[in-house]
Every structure is written in structure tokens, then in C-alpha cells.
């Protein structure tokens, strides 16, 4: 069976913890590890915190969506924003890359999605906004039932 959820929030820097307390509320009916649920609410913190500091750069009238489903196992997540977009995404998943230098950002955001999730996809349209998918496989999980 499939759950799944939608939320959107704007884009102020509170909500970051908003959406990782949530999407981990969600995905606990899966039984995930300590470790798993760990990971995935960090990757959801760096997904939202670009969406709100890269992607709205200080708009807090633009929204912030999060879908998460969750079936047999695994934990789909879609983190999208309708802000400024990405120009180069190759460039921006290099490791210590950052187009905000003055906020002393580290510039890991993708890399870490990347370590801890089994699959991550971006795509941006510059002027359009930025969509993060992130798929985990949970290793050890309940079935959901009717």
C-alpha cells in the first residue's frame, strides 16, 4: 500500500524544522533506524534551506513544497520551490561549492543528500525554480496495511 503526503510552507528560515519534524513524522509508520531517519531528516533540512536561502534568496512570500509517498519500504521525497533556479546544477553538486559565500555556507548540501539517500535528482529552470527528488530504501521496514 502507498501513503503520501503534500505540505507547502513559505519560505522563512523557522520553517526549515518545520518540514524535517514533519516528513520524519510521516515516514516513522515505516519503522526506519535511528540512523535512517537521521539522514533523511538532515537531507530535508539541506533541500529546504537552498529552496529558502538559494531559491527565494530572503522572498518569504514564495513557498516551499514538500511531497513525500512511502510504499514497500522506501521513502520518496519531492522538495521543490518556484524561485530563481539553478544556471549550472553540475556545478552547484561540486563538493564545497557555494553561490552565497557571505553566508559562510559550506557548500556539502548536495553532496550530503547524495551520501545518504540512494538516489537524488535536481532539476532547476533558471527564473522557473528547483526540484530536489530523494528516494531512500529503508532496510529494515514495516508494510504498511489497509
Known amino acids: 500500500m502507498k501513503n503520501e503526503m503534500h505540505i507547502q510552507f513559505s519560505a522563512l528560515s523557522e520553517n526549515e524544522s518545520f518540514a524535517r ?8 509508520q515505516l519503522d526506519p533506524t535511528m540512523d535512517e531517519l537521521t539522514e533523511i531528516k538532515t537531507v530535508v533540512s539541506e533541500a529546504v534551506t537552498n ?26 521525497i519531492s522538495i521543490w520551490d518556484e524561485g530563481m533556479g539553478i544556471e549550472n546544477v553540475d556545478e552547484a553538486k561540486q563538493p564545497l561549492y557555494t553561490s552565497k559565500p557571505e553566508l ?11 551520501n545518504f539517500m540512494d538516489e537524488v535528482d535536481i532539476t532547476s529552470i533558471p ?7 530523494l528516494v531512500k530504501h529503508l532496510k529494515k521496514s514495516k508494510t504498511l496495511c489497509n
Open 21 to 28: 519534524v514533519t516528513v520524519a513524522a510521516f515516514i516513522t
Open 51 to 76: 529552496a529558502i536561502i538559494h531559491g527565494y534568496d530572503g522572498y518569504p512570500e514564495g513557498l516551499v513544497h514538500i511531497d513525500c509517498e512511502i510504499a514497500e519500504g522506501t521513502v520518496s
Open 104 to 114: 559562510e555556507r559550506s557548500g556539502m548540501g548536495f553532496t550530503i543528500m547524495e
Open 127 to 133: 527564473g522557473e525554480g528547483t526540484t530536489v527528488r
